[in-house]
């Protein structure tokens, strides 16, 4: 299983792995990454598998699965605004907060060519998490684009 890397700054300027409304094309990319990237790329979060949610995806551990995404770098002088607007979009509250949708981890993404990043990931928080793995229904190929 991929390793989770906790840096020391839950602020730490890492890229953002995106894989549901925040990809180029859906509803959220616009409102939240328009003018405050420099750079979008494919890639993919191994270890990790994709739930269908209520509008948006979920992703949770696991193993041996792939959840299909981009990273998303913030342009200078936007992380910070970036960073507070996809965690109030996503939930996140802080580490462990009972009241999280979605828990914000740094782990390694992969490049097209293989290459991993560290990257702040959305997953699901942990009863969430568990429910789904539970009675979810799993998104083959990890793909959201892809879901229909």
Same mark, same amino acid.
């Given at each position: 299983m991929t390793s989770v890397v906790r840096p020391?700054? +839950? @602020?730490? +300027?890492? +890229? !953002? !792995? $995106? &894989? %549901? @409304? /925040?990809?180029?094309g859906e509803v959220n990319h616009d409102l939240f990454l328009r003018g405050r990237t420099v750079a979008e790329e494919p890639a993919t979060l191994p270890d990790a598998a994709l739930y269908d949610g209520p509008g948006y995806p979920f992703a949770v551990d696991g193993p041996g699965s792939t959840v299909v995404g981009e990273l998303v770098t913030a342009a200078p002088g936007a992380y910070g605004e970036l960073l507070a607007a996809l965690d109030r979009l996503e939930e996140y509250g802080g580490p462990g907060r009972p009241g999280? $949708? &979605?828990?914000? *981890?740094?782990? #390694?993404?992969l490049r097209p060519d293989g290459t991993p990043v560290l990257a702040w990931v959305y997953l699901a928080s942990p009863l969430l998490a568990r429910d /789904?793995?539970?009675? %979810? @229904? #799993? *998104?083959? %190929? %990890?793909d959201?684009?892809?879901?229909?």
């Open positions: 020391q700054d +839950p @602020t730490a +300027p890492l +890229p !953002f !792995f $995106v &894989y %549901g @409304t /925040l990809r180029p999280n $949708v &979605y828990d914000r *981890i740094a782990r #390694e993404a /789904l793995r539970e009675s %979810g @229904t #799993e *998104i083959p %190929g %990890g959201w684009l892809k879901r229909i």
